[in-house]
């Protein structure tokens, strides 16, 4: 086996630091801000980019470098650049490049802040967002103006589960000369590539399930190396850093990456297998279930399904909240990919500030309820939304 062929488990275990002087087995944590330089001609190389190497935590540390090289391992990428948190990564991606008149298509089934970023930030520097539905992939081209520069999805979505080909988006960006971005937190670069299909950068919440254990925040984009470069230059500059420590934890984090979403992805569809037959559930949606309207889709693009279900309980909003009132172990949150299994009621949380129409429209009905499952015992998580269902 070639060095460059490693299978994804390898990667992520073997790709670590070079060993100091001490030979120690993990790599050591980096805790300082800034790095001292040999004399003055060294100092000049660095600050010029002449030579590669660490300035200051803020620009690059050893840690955050061993995790961005881990990711962009696993999803075939370029470069990369790691934030503080996944919202910072969304938000460097857009300012860094984009300009004032351009124009953004996205999805409209797009995190509740990144929705906010479209629709209340962007603006200020005329920056305007067109939304597609995702359930309407051929409607897409219809958005696109002179002016478009990114066209942006995730898949799956949060919290509605819905899939959107990859690959259709990849021959719309490639027709058109935009930059395809995809958030593939849900999916993991376990699950899903969307580079092979023609995306130029992802982006991930390291928070999630790259962290796994409800732990620290992190983010970060990898793609293209020339776009990572103006990425890069816009979070030097700003300051949304990922902190050394928490990139040494998510970096041990992706050591146990595969293991976990295998389990994650194995409960996940015997609870949705379950919801599906009980009585006081009208629909359930995950992507490896058949029931799935993109069930075809989502077996190309995806490994697995994923770790989050999405179901509607009959009776709307109050019986929605009386599930969520009910709940004994699982956790009541708002993150998720965490170990525990996490349960979610969007329209009387997340999503209470949309009117029930814009709801609607990205699927999020009174009933909805999204379930992270998490590593538990099968029987035990069942057991606990089965009560709360009775």
Not at 49 to 74: A, G
Not at 370 to 385: A, C, K, N, Q, W
Request: glycine content about 6%; hydrophobic content about 40%.
């Amino acid at each position: 086996m070639s060095e460059n062929k490693k299978k994804f488990e390898t990667e992520a275990i073997r790709t670590q630091l070079e060993r100091t002087q001490f030979l120690e087995h993990t790599s050591p944590l980096y805790l300082t801000s800034s790095f001292v330089f040999e004399d003055a001609e060294d100092m000049r190389a660095s600050f010029t980019e002449e030579k590669d190497r660490n300035i200051y935590s803020r620009f690059t540390n050893p840690n955050t470098t061993e995790f961005v090289e881990k990711i962009c391992k696993m999803e075939g990428a370029e470069s990369g650049y790691a934030f503080a948190t996944g919202m910072a990564a969304v938000f460097s991606t857009f300012a860094a490049l984009l300009s004032s008149g351009d124009h953004v298509v996205s999805a409209r089934s797009v995190f509740g802040s990144t929705h906010t970023l479209f629709t209340k930030y962007l603006p200020k520097w005329n920056i305007e967002t067109s939304y597609f539905n995702i359930n309407e992939p051929e409607t897409i081209e219809s958005f696109i103006k002179p002016e478009t520069k990114i066209l942006y999805a995730e898949s799956p979505t949060n919290p509605g589960i819905d899939i959107i080909d990859l690959e259709l988006l990849g021959n719309i960006a490639k027709k058109h000369n935009l930059i395809l971005v995809i958030d593939n937190c849900f999916a993991t670069p376990y699950l899903q590539q969307p580079i092979k299909y023609g995306a130029h950068l992802v982006i991930h919440s390291a928070t999630k399930l790259i962290d796994g254990q409800g732990r620290v925040l992190g983010g970060v984009t990898v793609g293209n190396a020339d776009l990572i470069r103006e990425i890069y230059l816009f979070a030097r500059n700003t300051g949304p850093a990922l902190s050394p420590f928490n990139a040494w934890t998510l970096s041990k984090s992706l050591e146990t990456l595969a293991v976990r979403v295998d389990k994650h992805c194995e409960n996940a569809l015997k609870v949705a297998e379950f919801l599906e037959n009980h009585p006081k559930v009208n629909w359930v949606k995950y992507p490896f279930l058949k029931s799935h309207p993109q069930y075809e889709v989502a077996k190309k693009q995806m490994k697995l399904g994923g770790n989050i279900v999405a179901f509607e309980v009959k009776g709307g909003i109050e019986e929605g909240r009386e599930f969520i009132n009910a709940i004994k172990m699982c956790s009541l949150s708002a993150n998720l990919g965490d170990t525990r299994t996490i349960v979610t009621h969007p329209a009387s949380t997340t999503h209470s500030s949309l009117v029930e129409a814009d709801r609607l429209v990205v699927n999020i009905t009174d009933g909805l309820v999204r379930v992270s499952v998490g590593l538990e015992h099968v029987d035990d998580i069942i057991g606990d939304l089965e009560q709360a269902l009775g």
